[in-house]
C-alpha cells in the first residue's frame, strides 16, 4: 500500500513540475500581446528557475524515498558523517552561494520590469480615480465622468495613467488583463500606469477587502478607437 | 479528574490542553472553510440566505482561528510543551505554573474567538484587521478581535519566556548545545521571533482599538495620523509569525524523517546555525513583501525584495538538510512518516511558489489574489499542518501508551493529501488569471466556476480525511493495542529514558548524556543514569 | 528567573506609560480654529494632491528667457503663484518662502538648489519681464534664494486660467480694494511634476517646510540622505492642522519591540554572567 502511496506521490510531483511551466507558457503567450510582453518573459524565466530547483529536489526526495527503504528490521541509516569544518561549510556556503545568484538573477529581472511598470510615459492620458464603500468614480482631464457601471472608457493606442485616491477606507485599482494593481487610500495618492494597445473589453475590480460589497466594486476597460472615445467624452462631460 | 486537569501544572498536561484547545478550533474554523467553499461553488449567492457579510464573518474567523488558535498553538504550544523538556531531559518546564497560566489564557481566547458566533455584530474586518476599516467603518466589533490578539499574545510571550529558560537552564547533565534535538533549536528560534515581535503586534492592535472606541486617531490620516502605519506594524510581527510557524514544523519534519530514516541529521550544523538562525535573523526584514501593492516608495518595495530572495538561502539550507537525511538511509514508512516525506513536496511548491511573490514586478499583478491564497495554503495551511499531524501520529503511542490504527491514518492521510491538491492547484491557475481573494461572489469572472467547483471537491474530500484522522486518534487513544516502548527505535531520550506515557516528573531518575551521545545518532550507545 | 521578575514588573510600568500617552496623544488631537478664511483662500487640497500641472505650457522668466516646468525634470519644486504689482501680500508672501527655506537651509539636510528650486508665476495678464525684473528687486534676496528663485510670467495668456482651474485655485481682482485675492499657499511638486503637499505661510514652519520636501523626495532616494528620510518616518501630515506631527503609532510600536528586544538582552546578560561564575567556582 505504501508504494502504491508513493507511486502517486511522484506522478503528481513529475506532472506539476515538469507540464507546469510548459503548460503555463502557452497560456500566457496567448493572454499577454503588448507592453506586459516582458512581464510575460520574465515570468516564464521564473518558473522555468522555480521548475528545475523544485524539479531536482524533488526528483531526489523521490528517488531516495524508494532507494533506501528499510531492508531488514535492525538496518540503520549510513548516511553522512559530518566530521571535518569542511564538509559541514562547504555543504552550507556551496549552496548558499548558488541559491543567491539565484536570487541576484531574479532580482536582477525583477528591478527591470519594475521601473518600466513604475515609470510614466509623458504623453499619458490622466483618469483621476476615487474609490469608495463600493463603487469607482473616473474623472477625465476635459471633465468627463465615469462609473464602475459605465465602465473607465479609455482610447486604444495611449498609455494611460490612474491618479487615484479613496474617500473611506483602504481599497485596490486590479486590472488583470495589463497585470498591475496598486492600492487606494484616504490621505495619499497613488499611481498606476498600463497601455490599452488594442480595442477591447477587460475585467476591473477591487483587490482590498473593503467591507460588504468589497466583491461588487468591479466594473470593466472599455478601449475604445480615438472617435468613440472622444464622442464618449464629449457626452459625459460635467 | 477535571479538576486535576484544570489546574495541573505538569507540562505535558498543559500540552495536551494546548492539543485539545487547537484541534477544536481547528475543527470549528475547518467547517468554516467547507461552508466558505461550498458558497463559493456557484456565483451569487450559493447557500440560501448567506449574505456577503456573513461570508466576510466566517472568512474573518477561518483566517484569525487557523493562524492564531490552531497553528501557533499547536506547534509552539501543543508540540513545545510536551516535547521540550523530555526531549533535553527535563523534570518539567522552569515555571510550570506560568506555563498552566498561559493555557488558560489561550483557552480564554479560544472562548472569546468562539463567543464572535453568537454576538449580534461579529467581526468582519479579517484577520489582518486594516483601518480605516477596522477602526472607523467596519459595522462589527473590532474589539473581539483585538482582545483575543492580545490574550494569545500574551500567552505566547509567557510562552517564549518560559522555553527560553527551560533550555538555557535545565538542560539533561552533560547536554551540550550541539546535542539538541533539532525540533528543541526550532522551539527556541521560534520564541525567541515571539518574545521580540508579540509586543509590536500587541500595541499595534491596541491602537486600533483607542482609534475605534476611544476617538483617538492614531491612523485617522484626516488628524494626523498615518493609514499605512498600521499596515507596516501589523506585517513587521507577522511576517516573522509565518516563521514561528515554520520553524518548528520543519523541526517536527526532521525529528521524524531522521527517526525514521535511522540517520543522522545531513549537516545538522548547517542546519541549525544557518537554517534556524539564519530564518530568525533575515526574517525580521522582509515585511513588504506584504505590502508590494500598498503605494509605499518604489525603493522601499525594491530593496525589500532583495531581502525577501535571500531568505530563500537559510530556508534551501534547512530543505537541503531534509532531503539529505534521506540519502542512504533505512527508510521505514508509517503515518507520521508519509506526513513528513509529503511535506517536502508541499514546502517545496510552497516555497517555490513564494519566489514569484518575492518579486515585486510579478506581484504587482500576483498580490492579493488565489495565486497568494494557494501560496499560503500550501506553506502554512498544509505544509504546517502536516506537520502538526505528523507529530501527533508519531508521538501518539508516547503521548497515550497506545498504538493509532496504521491501515486509518494511511488511508486518511492518501485522502488527505489528494484533497489539498485537488482544493488549490484551480486556485494558483484562476489567480494567476485574477481570482481576488475574499470574493463572496465572482460575478466578474464566470468562467472559473469549474474550477471553484473542484476545488470545493477537494475539500471535500479533506473533510472526509480528518474526520478519519479525528477517530481515528479519539478511538486508539481509548481502545488501541499497548504500544511497544520505543516502536520507532530512536535515540531521543524522550523515547530511551521514560515510560509511555511518561510519569509525573518524567524521569525516574534525571538522564545524564555522555559526549558521545547524539539524539539523531542510531547506533547502540551507553548511556548513564545518575 | 531575574529575567521574568524583569519582565513581568515591566508590564505594569508599560501599561501606565500607555495609557498616559494615549491621553496626550488624544488632547493633541483635538482639531484647533484656523483663522484662515476657508472659503476663497483655500486651494481644494483634496483635488490637488498628485495632480500635475501641465509641463508644457510655455513661461518667459524675468530675463526673458523661456522655460516650461517640464525642464525641471528630475528636481523637486516649491511653486507660488503671485502678481508682481502687488505691493502689500504677494512681496511679504514670497519674503517669509525665503525667509523658511533659509532656516530648512541652515539644518542642512535639503539643500535649496542641489534638491530643489522655487518657481513664482504670476497669474496677472498685464505682468510681464519688466514688472518680474522689479519684484525681484523688491524682494532683495541673498544670493543663495536668488540665484535658485525662478520668477516667470506665462507666455500666452490665455494659458492662465486653465492652468489652475483643474485644482480650482481661484483668484479675482476686486476693484474695491485695488487688488487680486488669492490664496497663498505654497505647493511643493515631486521630481514629476506632482503635487505632493500644500502647506499655508500662516501655519507652516521650517520643520514642516523641510519633511514636505522631503516628502516630494521620497521616491528618489540617495544613500547620503538616510538619516533625513528616517526622521521623516517620524512625523505624519495633520490635514486638519497643515501642519506634520509626531507618528505615535510608531513610537509605541519603537517601544513595545524594545520591550521585547529588552526582555531577550536581560536574559542573555544573565546568562552569559551565570556562565562566567560557573566556570570561575568550577
Ligand atoms: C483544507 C482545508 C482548508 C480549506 C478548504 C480552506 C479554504 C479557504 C478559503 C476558501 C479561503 C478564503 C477564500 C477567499 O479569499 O475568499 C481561505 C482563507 C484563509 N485560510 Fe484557509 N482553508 C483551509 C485550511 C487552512 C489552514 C489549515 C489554515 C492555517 C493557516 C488556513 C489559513 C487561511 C488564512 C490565513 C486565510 C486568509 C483569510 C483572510 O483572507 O483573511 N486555511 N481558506
Ligand atoms: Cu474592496
Ligand atoms: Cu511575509
Known sequence: MINRVLLLAAIVGIIVFGVLPVGAEDEVKRAFTDHTEEFHKVWVHLLWDIGIIGGIFLILSIYFMFAYRRKRDDQIGNGPKFTTMGMILGWALIPSFIFMADDFYLSAQGWKLWIDQRTVPENAMEVEVTGQMWGWEFEYENGAISDNDEGLVVPEGRPVVLRMKSDDVVHSFFIPRYRIKEDLMPGRVTYLWFYPKDKGEHVFTCTEFCGTNHSEMWGKVKVVSQEEFDEWSEKNKG | ?530 | MFAIRMFITSIPVAVVIIVITCRLAEASYKPTESDIDPGILAVDEEKALGYRFNRQTGFINDSGMPFRLGDLKGKSAILVFSYYTCDGACPAFNADLGRLLLAVDSLGRVELGKDYKVVTLSFDKNDGVKTANDFRKTLNFPSKLNDNWILGVFEKPEQIKPFMSDISYRFFWSAQDNMFLHPNAFFFLSPEGRIVRILHNTTADSKDMELALVDTMFNRLKPSQIITMAISFCYSYNYKEGKYGLNYPLFFAMGSLLTGLGALGIGLFHFIKRGKSKEMST
Open chain 2, 1 to 530: 479528574m477535571i479538576k486535576e486537569w484544570l489546574f495541573t501544572t505538569d507540562h505535558k498536561r498543559v500540552g495536551i490542553l494546548y492539543l485539545v484547545g487547537s484541534l477544536a478550533a481547528f475543527a470549528v474554523a475547518g467547517i468554516v472553510a467547507l461552508l466558505i467553499r461550498w458558497e463559493l461553488t456557484g456565483i451569487g449567492e450559493t447557500i440560501g440566505g448567506v449574505g456577503p457579510d456573513d461570508y466576510n464573518f466566517w472568512l474573518y474567523f477561518h483566517g484569525a482561528a487557523m493562524i492564531l488558535a490552531f497553528l501557533i498553538p499547536g506547534l509552539t504550544g501543543f508540540l513545545a510543551n510536551y516535547l521540550v523538556p523530555l526531549m533535553i531531559g527535563a523534570h518539567d518546564v522552569a515555571f510550570p505554573r506560568v506555563n498552566a497560566f498561559s493555557v488558560w489564557l489561550f483557552w480564554f481566547a479560544i472562548v472569546i474567538a468562539l463567543l464572535s458566533f453568537v454576538i449580534p455584530d461579529p467581526p468582519d474586518i479579517m484577520w489582518t484587521g486594516y483601518p480605516p476599516y477596522s477602526s472607523e467603518f467596519s459595522p462589527g466589533n473590532t474589539a473581539f478581535y483585538v482582545f483575543t490578539v492580545h490574550l494569545i499574545g500574551f500567552s505566547s510571550i509567557l510562552g517564549a519566556v518560559n522555553f527560553l529558560c527551560t533550555v538555557i537552564y535545565m538542560r539533561a547533565p552533560g547536554m551540550k548545545w550541539n546535542q539538541l534535538n533539532f525540533f528543541v533549536w526550532t522551539i527556541l528560534g521560534a520564541f525567541v521571533i515571539q518574545l521580540i515581535f508579540v509586543p509590536v503586534l500587541a500595541s499595534s492592535v491596541t491602537l486600533l482599538l483607542t482609534d475605534k472606541y476611544f476617538g483617538t486617531a492614531f491612523f485617522v490620516p484626516a488628524n494626523g495620523g498615518d493609514v499605512l502605519l498600521y499596515q507596516n506594524l501589523f506585517w513587521f510581527y507577522s511576517h516573522p509569525a509565518v516563521y514561528v510557524i515554520l520553524l518548528p514544523a520543519v523541526g517536527v519534519m526532521m525529528e521524524i524523517i531522521s527517526n525514521m530514516s535511522k540517520n543522522p541529521i545531513f549537516n545538522y550544523k548547517a542546519a541549525v546555525y544557518g537554517g534556524v538562525w539564519g530564518v530568525v535573523v533575515l526574517g525580521s526584514d522582509v515585511w513588504v513583501h506584504h505590502l508590494y501593492t500598498s503605494g509605499l516608495a518604489d525603493w522601499i518595495r525594491i530593496g525589500m525584495m532583495v531581502t525577501t530572495l535571500i531568505i530563500s538561502i537559510p530556508i534551501g539550507l534547512l530543505i537541503i538538510s531534509l532531503v539529505g537525511t534521506l540519502f542512504r538511509g533505512s527508510i521505514k514508512y508509517s503515518t507520521g512518516m508519509l506526513y513528513a516525506t509529503s511535506n517536502l513536496f508541499l514546502i517545496l511548491v510552497g516555497g517555490l511558489t513564494g519566489i514569484p511573490l518575492a518579486m515585486t514586478s510579478l506581484t504587482l499583478h500576483l498580490a492579493e489574489t488565489y495565486f497568494v491564497m494557494a501560496h499560503f495554503h500550501f506553506i502554512m495551511g498544509i505544509m504546517a499542518t502536516f506537520a502538526v499531524f505528523a507529530g501527533i501520529y508519531h508521538w501518539f503511542p508516547k503521548m497515550t501508551g497506545r498504538m493509532y490504527s496504521e491501515k486509518l491514518g494511511v488511508i486518511g492521510f492518501v485522502l488527505n493529501f489528494v484533497g489539498v491538491n485537488l482544493t488549490f492547484w484551480p486556485l494558483f491557475y484562476i489567480g494567476f488569471l485574477g481570482m481576488p481573494r475574499r470574493y463572496y461572489d465572482y460575478a466578474m469572472f464566470p468562467e472559473f466556476e469549474p474550477f471553484q467547483v473542484m476545488a470545493t471537491v477537494g475539500a471535500i474530500v479533506v473533510a472526509v480525511s480528518m474526520a478519519l484522522n479525528f477517530y481515528n486518534w479519539i478511538v486508539s487513544a481509548i481502545f488501541g493495542e499497548k504500544a511497544p516502548e520505543n516502536p520507532w527505535g530512536s535515540n531521543s531520550l524522550e523515547w530511551t529514558h521514560c515510560q509511555s506515557p511518561p510519569g509525573p516528573g518524567n524521569f525516574p531518575k534525571l538522564p545524564k548524556v555522555s559526549s558521545k551521545w547524539h539524539p539523531h545518532e542510531y547506533k547502540p550507545q551507553v548511556i548513564e543514569w545518575v
